[in-house]
């Protein structure tokens, strides 16, 4: 059984330009979690998605972020015009549900924007 | 405003010696605190799980401790190993509607098991 997939695991863009994440969650599992990881600081809650539907976004920027998870596919966490700030490790979590406490951690993907 | 502190910042060790952790959380009510083992440049793992009745949980050579009353956990490793070395992350997460059910992250600490 696989576990948490994302990529791609190392990401660079120029200020400006798009970036898109992608998390597959383990098999089975129905709820993803999106994180991020600034260098020296804790993870920091963005938004937690089940299939088709977005629960929670109030981590998340309300301007150039979005989160979908659609029926089929990976989760996808888009980042619009990115700045220097971006630059973060970004993990994707997932459980099977709701009720779940136990997460499962992706790799991440290192964000680095020049 | 929820809360997870983490001490010490960082930590350094000698292979085979015990240490502790700890946590002190703010969040309320409180559901559930989460143990994380993170080594460098992965996603974190669980390492344990406690809920408001459990005060103590052990996994291998981990055993977490949570006193619900003083809002304080601790981690103990016992007898060190080299892949110890990684950051300790404490996560708290909390009840609806007073408490947030999204989990509030420590920062970390930081462990280095030197041989």
């Known amino acids: 059984n696989a576990g948490v997939m994302q990529n791609p695991r190392h990401l660079v863009r120029r200020r400006g330009q798009e970036a898109r994440l992608r998390c597959s969650p383990m098999k089975g599992h129905s709820h993803v979690y999106w994180y991020r990881q600034l260098p020296e600081e804790g993870l920091k809650f963005m938004v937690y998605?089940?299939?088709?539907?977005?629960?929670?976004e109030s981590g998340m920027p309300k301007e150039r972020f979005s989160a979908e998870f659609p029926k089929e596919g990976p989760s996808i966490l888009r980042i619009q015009q990115v700045v220097r700030g971006d630059s973060a490790a970004y993990f994707c979590a997932s459980s099977p549900s709701r009720l779940d406490v136990t997460q499962y951690f992706g790799p991440g993907t290192r964000l680095t924007v020049l | 405003k929820n809360q997870v502190e983490q001490s010490p910042q960082s930590l350094i060790i000698l292979e085979g010696k015990n240490c502790t952790l700890q946590c002190n959380y703010t969040v309320s009510p409180f559901s559930n605190l989460r143990w994380y083992k993170q080594d460098t440049g992965r996603g974190p793992v669980s390492l344990t799980i406690?809920?408001?009745?459990?005060n103590t949980k052990s996994n291998g050579r981990y055993t977490a401790t949570l006193d619900a009353d003083t809002k304080q956990s601790s981690l103990h490793i016992t007898a060190s190993q080299l892949s110890d070395s990684a950051s300790y992350i404490c996560?708290?997460?909390?009840?609806?509607?007073?408490?947030?059910?999204?989990?509030?992250f420590g920062r970390g600490t930081s462990l280095i098991v030197h041989p």
């Open positions: 406690m809920t408001f009745s459990e």
């Open positions: 996560v708290v997460s909390g009840v609806p509607p007073g408490g947030s059910y999204i989990p509030t």
């Open positions: 998605l089940q299939k088709e539907n977005i629960i929670d």
